[in-house]
């Protein structure tokens, strides 16, 4: 077995160690070249101090040989070994130790202090290290990021008539690899936490700011296929976990999640941020209480793009009169609102609600009457069809490594430039 080999499955153990909350590191011992010992990272759960990985692995192995003495035997472990580990190994006669990622607070084998270089001790190991360091680090980075975000997250006070959905839910989200803001200090949220993601490209001469508000089963994980390639373009990108939904925190009763207070809710977030030259991209019923953002500070909206459930089919409003782009079907405003009466279903991905109690706002949501719901009376237009984007999508492959991932992110990142395209060919301030 080689080293790698070897420290691969001392990873296998720093996994099962962070997915039990303690410090991700593992350890296995070999007999020549065969494993008589593995554990992983366990004073919380043992109530044992001396329970680090490597502790645990030589128990194991000197129950597996019947012998304390682990004489041609190697120990591979993730974290350079402190003292009290290093102390061990020495007096149980291994013949070698292989450590993965550097300790610089407690290391014992060089980089705090040196034991196993001590002139003065009767038994001599050798030592590597650096061993699959990345990874081993990796681990060790991720875990403790984790740790100092659901302390600052315990910190924030909850109210008593709302919940707060675990931050371990959220955790290795495909394709949103975003952390996300949270504010606290708008009146309307009185002391409500609200999650929103705020990315900024750069590089564009005219960077527009793309508001994303989700419908009544979303939250911001729904526009994490189009970010990215806004972003690219070099604009900016802001997407809401409105009250009640995503990682926001979630008032308990469903007569807290009136229109006009999300609505306000949503216009302080806007004036707070200083947004400006914002484009609003909504879906279903949260679309419908954005609508009326432009009246309040025209000024602030270069126009809405309203967005179906399958994120494959838009309409997209501006207040000027400028020409369209080629291809695209100028069509009545009232279509942006059809498109926003249909309201995404239920998601695959449930983080956000661990259970029903935690579903006020949707279930609020979707009980609202948003008939009265209109857009502002600005000339509207459609991006080509679907097929069309799907056959563009084909031929930019070569082009665009985004588009190769499947046809359904390759159609939506079609749809992404094609709306940027809405606010550039042929549009003007004036």
């Known amino acids: 077995m080689t080293d790698d080999e070897a420290m691969a499955l001392a990873l296998q153990q720093a996994r099962m160690a962070a997915t039990q909350g303690e410090v991700p590191v593992g350890a296995v011992v070999l007999h020549q070249g065969r494993v ?180 009544a089963q979303g939250w911001s994980h729904d526009f994490r296929t189009l970010l990215p390639v806004w972003t690219a373009a070099g604009h900016r990108v802001v997407a809401v976990d409105m009250p009640g939904f995503g990682m926001s925190d979630k008032p308990k009763k469903e007569g807290a999640h009136r229109v006009d207070w999300h609505r306000d809710v949503l216009d302080e977030l806007v004036q707070s941020l200083g947004l400006h030259d914002i484009v609003l991209v909504l879906q279903g019923r949260g679309g419908l209480l954005a609508l009326d953002l432009p009246r309040r500070a025209p000024a602030r909206y270069r126009g809405i793009a309203a967005l179906d459930a399958r994120l494959s089919k838009a309409v997209v409003l501006r207040p000027d009169a400028g020409p369209w782009p080629a291809g695209w079907q100028p069509v009545q405003a009232l279509e942006a609102v059809q498109l926003l009466h249909d309201d995404p279903a239920r998601g695959s991905d449930d983080a956000p609600f661990p259970d029903a109690g935690h579903r006020a706002g949707p279930r609020a949501w979707q009980r609202w009457a948003m008939d009265a719901c209109s857009a502002p009376d600005w000339p509207a237009a459609q991006p080509p069809s679907d097929a069309d984007a799907g056959a563009d999508a084909h031929a930019d492959a070569h082009a665009d490594a985004r588009a190769n991932a499947d046809t359904k992110l390759g159609t939506t990142a079609t749809l992404a430039r094609r709306l940027l395209d809405g606010f550039a060919v042929g549009y003007s301030r004036r």
């Open 36 to 215: 008589v010992g593995v554990g992983a990272n366990a004073p919380i759960a043992r109530c044992d101090p001396s329970a680090h990985a490597e502790i645990v692995a030589l128990r194991a192995a000197g129950q597996a040989l019947g012998n304390y003495r682990l004489e041609d035997c190697e120990l591979f472990v993730t974290l350079e070994p402190c003292a009290m580990c290093s102390g061990a190994m020495l007096h149980a006669r291994l013949s070698r130790v292989v450590y993965g990622a550097a300790d610089p607070k407690t290391g014992a084998a060089g980089s705090v202090v040196d034991l196993f270089a001590q002139a003065a001790l009767n038994h001599r190991t050798t030592v590597r290290g650096g061993v699959l360091a990345e990874p081993c680090s990796a681990l060790l980075r991720d875990f403790f990021v984790r740790q100092r975000q659901a302390q600052a997250t315990a910190r924030v006070p909850l109210r008593e008539d709302a919940l707060r959905t675990p931050a371990e839910r959220f955790e290795g989200l495909a394709g949103y690899p975003w952390r996300g803001q949270h504010i606290r200090s708008l009146p309307s949220l009185a002391g409500l936490s609200m999650h929103y993601l705020d990315e900024r490209g750069r590089g564009s001469a005219d960077p527009l700011t793309l508001l994303c508000v989700h419908g």
